[in-house]
């Protein structure tokens, strides 16, 4: 979108609580590492987002290792699971906070075990929640996807781009490439 920004590590621990619904945990924890960089930034806008993946009620959280990865994906393998994204943008010096969450359901295709462990061998399993990159080579793992594909990959881009709009931080450009302009957050 043409927006200048920075990426700043939280540093929030990303464990869900004993009995915490999905929705809420993906909530809890973009809200917490909102807050956490806003805290050290109290006059800028803070995006933040928690991607999770959901198989039978279960939270799927980044593997471990390439053994708990592919079991990650032999889980899902020609099923049915949901990918939750929570995002909040917010400004602690204007009490501005805008939070919501994304849900699409993706439907894996069948796997043999060797597909799964070949794909565990590439690495893009790694540090990804449901041991899967939908952006790459994981692509060729789903079958279909219900709902907004870059939630998917991590970010809902349809979601942020109406908080951002509905903050005044971007609108439609009147001229020039650009689709949209970035006025700052100066209404």
Known sequence: MGIPFLVLPAGVDEIPRRGEAPSRFARRAALDKGEEV???????????????VVADGRILGKPRSRAEARRMLSRLAGREHKVYTAVCLLCRGRGYRDLGTEVTRVRFRPLVPAEIAA?????????????????????????????????????????????????????????????????????
Not at 153 to 158: R, W
């Open 38 to 52: 806003a805290s050290r930034f109290p006059t800028s806008f803070v995006l933040s987002a928690d991607t999770i």
């Open 119 to 187: 794909y565990a061998r590439t690495g893009e399993c790694d540090d990804k929640a449901g041991a899967y990159a939908a952006q790459g080579a994981g692509m060729l793992l789903i079958d279909r996807v219900a709902g907004s594909f870059t939630n998917v990959v991590g970010l809902p881009m349809t979601r942020v781009l109406g908080m951002l709009a509905r903050a005044r931080l971007i609108r439609v450009s009147r001229n020039g490439p650009a689709w949209y302009a970035f006025p700052g957050g100066k209404g």
